[in-house]
């Protein structure tokens, strides 16, 4: 099978990481997505940006498949993944999932966190790399979970994702409530990772933050793609910008 190849803003030719095509998902009987289409190129990152409820979250899920049912395509490296069920598509070692809640572990310290399962693949983080991208975790590696701040214990979930060895990483709203010092960092070590490679979709609602690092925007309402924006067009696309995501 012959893979379609994206282009970066340099015109060089970019491998799709992932492919998804008219994803509709289900919680129960309520319809939330109707028939999501977006791309990524390996080594990119795009954002999903839309107001609260819009289906963010719910397609990041999808892609995990955490929700009750899914139909349409979801290609990773080219390789079908819509009717995996959830346990068989992250252990893998592919996609890192960081959901909006951290889940870490607040009854061990850092560094128990960072040993536990899933299993650490032959791609993963060594653990002082991992101390190396943040210092501020390096501090606390004795501390327990409960004792972090959000901060840190927003580090410690995406840490621990880097641990498994996973190249795709999806994140979801990993901002929300912090100091600016720490949104700060968080941007440095999403640029790093972009540099190793890593490729990313990023759920977010703090537009400043993410329009610094993402390819490319998706906007999402009501559970579908309704714009689609390159990193070279945000300035002139301002005005829909404001207007999709004003309260």
Same mark, same amino acid.
């Given at each position: 099978?012959?893979?379609?190849?994206?282009?970066?803003?340099?015109?060089?030719?970019?491998?799709?990481?992932?492919?998804?095509?008219?994803?509709?998902?289900?919680?129960?009987?309520?319809?939330?997505?109707?028939?999501?289409?977006?791309?990524?190129?390996?080594?990119?990152?795009?954002?999903?940006?839309?107001?609260?409820?819009?289906?963010?979250?719910?397609?990041?899920?999808?892609?995990?498949?955490?929700?009750?049912?899914?139909?349409?395509?979801?290609?990773?490296?080219?390789?079908?993944?819509?009717?995996?069920?959830?346990?068989?598509?992250?252990?893998?070692?592919?996609?890192?999932?960081?959901?909006?809640?951290?889940?870490?572990?607040?009854?061990?310290?850092?560094?128990?966190?960072?040993?536990?399962?899933? *299993?650490? =693949?032959?791609?993963?983080?060594?653990? #002082?790399?991992? $101390?190396?991208?943040?210092?501020? @975790? /390096? %501090?606390?590696?004795?501390?327990?979970?409960?004792?972090?701040?959000?901060?840190?214990?927003?580090?410690?979930?995406?840490?621990?994702?880097?641990?498994?060895?996973?190249?795709?990483?999806?994140?979801?709203?990993?901002?929300?409530?912090?100091?600016?010092?720490?949104?700060?960092?968080?941007?440095?070590?999403?640029?790093?990772?972009? *540099?190793? =490679?890593?490729?990313?979709?990023?759920? #977010?609602?703090? $537009?400043?933050?993410?329009?610094? @690092? /993402? %390819?490319?925007?998706?906007?999402?309402?009501?559970?579908?793609?309704?714009?689609?924006?390159?990193?070279?067009?945000?300035?002139?696309?301002?005005?829909?910008?404001?207007?999709?995501?004003?309260?």
């Amino acid at each position: 099978m012959t893979i379609a190849v994206l282009k970066t803003g340099a015109d060089a030719p970019v491998k799709p990481m992932l492919q998804i095509k008219d994803l509709h998902a289900w919680y129960g009987e309520s319809h939330i997505l109707h028939g999501i289409e977006m791309e990524l190129g390996e080594g990119q990152l795009i954002t999903l940006l839309g107001r609260n409820g819009a289906g963010r979250t719910t397609t990041l899920r999808a892609i995990m498949g955490m929700v009750d049912r899914r139909t349409g395509s979801i290609r990773i490296n080219d390789e079908e993944f819509i009717n995996k069920p959830a346990h068989r598509i992250s252990p893998d070692g592919r996609i890192g999932y960081c959901p909006e809640e951290r889940g870490i572990f607040g009854s061990l310290n850092v560094e128990e966190n960072l040993m536990l399962p899933p *299993k650490v =693949g032959a791609d993963g983080m060594p653990l #002082e790399e991992i $101390f190396s991208m943040f210092p501020n @975790l /390096a %501090d606390v590696r004795k501390r327990m979970g409960t004792r972090l701040s959000g901060g840190e214990q927003q580090m410690l979930a995406i840490a621990r994702i880097l641990r498994t060895g996973a190249r795709l990483l999806l994140l979801d709203e990993i901002t929300e409530g912090l100091a600016p010092v720490i949104v700060k960092t968080l941007g440095t070590v999403i640029r790093d990772l972009k *540099k190793r =490679g890593y490729t990313i979709v990023l759920v #977010e609602q703090n $537009f400043r933050f993410a329009t610094t @690092l /993402a %390819d490319r925007h998706y906007v999402i309402e009501h559970g579908k793609v309704i714009d689609r924006i390159e990193a070279a067009d945000v300035e002139s696309s301002m005005g829909r910008l404001n207007h999709y995501l004003s309260v």
